[in-house]
């Protein structure tokens, strides 16, 4: 798990530097433009991970009502 997440934030980060250079921007604005996408990205994966977390307890809850 945590191989696959340096992967994703290494890949994240790159694409963020490269984007930052082809539009000529300085180091802060670089370094503003990451934060600001990597702080994104994490809301976003928290947000979809509660999601996914009640919808199977949802998911599990009926089921195990259900007879057999």
């Known amino acids: ?4 997440f340096n992967k ?3 890949k994240l ?3 963020c530097n490269s984007l930052s250079e082809q539009l000529g921007l300085d180091d802060l604005a670089t ?3 990451r ?3 990597v702080q994104i990205a994490r809301d976003q994966y928290k947000t979809g991970n ?3 977390i009640k919808w199977m307890y949802r998911k599990m809850g009926s089921t195990a009502q259900q007879p057999a």
């Open 1 to 4: 798990m945590e191989n696959t």
């Open 8 to 10: 994703w934030y290494a």
């Open 13 to 15: 980060v790159a694409d």
């Open 31 to 33: 370094s503003t433009l």
């Open 35 to 37: 934060d600001f996408v």
């Open 50 to 52: 509660r999601s996914g």
